[in-house]
Structures are given as C-alpha cells and as structure tokens.
C-alpha cells in the first residue's frame, strides 16, 4: 500500500493541492483530517471547499459538529475534536453514505465509526509556512485517487 509524502511550503500551496483533489471527489468520498492545532486542516478544507465552487466562508463548525455546504457536490465538513472519543453511534453513516463528500478533522476520535475505506491526511508542522504532508489512502478507490493526483 502506497503512501505519499509531500511538503506543502504554504498554506496557498496546501490549498492549491486541495482544489485539485477536490477536482476528483465523487460523491460518498470520505476525507479523514489529522495533525495538530494549526496543522492546516480548516486551511485544507477551505482548499477543497474553494474547488468544489463553494461561495460560502468556511469556518470550523463551533457549536455543531457538521456543517453542510453547496456546491458541485454537497461537502459534509465535520470538526470532531469536542467529541473527544467516542463509541457512541452518532449517525455519521447518514454522511458518509450521502450525495457529498465528507471531511472530517480529528477522525480518529470517532475511529470506531470511520468507513472501512477513506483517504487519511495527516498534516505535520515543518517550520512556520511549511507542513509535511502525508496521503494515506485505504481502500482501491482511494489508492487510485492518490496515483491520479500525484501522478498525474
Ligand atoms: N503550508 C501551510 N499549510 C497550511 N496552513 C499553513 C501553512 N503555512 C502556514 N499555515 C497557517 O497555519 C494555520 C493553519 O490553521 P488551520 O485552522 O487550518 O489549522 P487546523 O489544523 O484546522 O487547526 P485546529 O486544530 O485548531 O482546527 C493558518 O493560519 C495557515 O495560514
Ligand atoms: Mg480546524
């Protein structure tokens, strides 16, 4: 199983990446977030957001833990990190299963109701500007998401 590390030398560059992702994201893709506070995960969201033709600011949710956005495709962006860890069945399926794409910062706290199949991107500081970052990709659709990505 293939895993990609990049380095992303701004946040205009880990947005740019975003967008070209965000070129190829079907419905029901799922985007699992990971790195610390000010790692980049809003910052790579509103990549993805701005790719998807999303007009509407996007902000961590704060009082809710999903927000939902139009565009090309609905995106679902969930913030987790209240939730501390979960086992509870929160629905989060509803999303995953749904007409968008749902990404999801802090997704190992809600591990347990992850779908089997996802792309992880953990996002690492690396100096002020720059972040190291790392594509996981689990499962063939995602795996092939990667190749066409980084491959071109
Ligand atoms: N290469 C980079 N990629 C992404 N963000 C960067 C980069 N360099 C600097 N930044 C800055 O780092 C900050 C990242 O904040 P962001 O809110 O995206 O992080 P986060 O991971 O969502 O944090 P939180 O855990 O608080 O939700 C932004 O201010 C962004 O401009
Ligand atoms: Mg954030």
Do not use: N
């Not at 000010?38 to 790719?51: D, E, Q, R, V």
């Not at 399926?93 to 996802?118: M, N, R, S």
């Not at 690492?124 to 499962?139: A, F």
């Amino acid at each position: 199983m293939a895993i990609y590390e990049l380095v992303m030398h701004s946040a205009e560059e880990t947005m740019e990446f975003a967008v070209r992702l965000s070129e190829q994201l079907q419905p029901k893709d799922v985007i699992a977030l990971e790195g610390d506070l000010g790692a980049g995960k809003t910052t790579f969201t509103k990549g993805l957001a701005k790719g998807l033709g999303i007009t509407r600011a996007v902000s961590s949710p704060t009082f809710t833990i999903v927000k939902e956005y139009k565009g090309r495709l609905p995106l679902y962006h969930m913030d987790v990190y209240r939730l501390e860890d979960t086992f509870e069945d929160l629905g989060f399926d509803e999303y995953f299963e749904g007409d968008g794409v749902t990404v999801i910062e802090w997704a190992h706290l809600i591990k347990p109701q992850l779908p089997d199949e996802l792309l992880y991107i953990h996002l690492y500081h690396h100096g002020d500007q720059e972040r190291k970052m790392v594509l996981e990709p689990i499962g063939k659709r995602y795996e092939q998401l990667c190749k066409e990505i980084i491959e071109g």
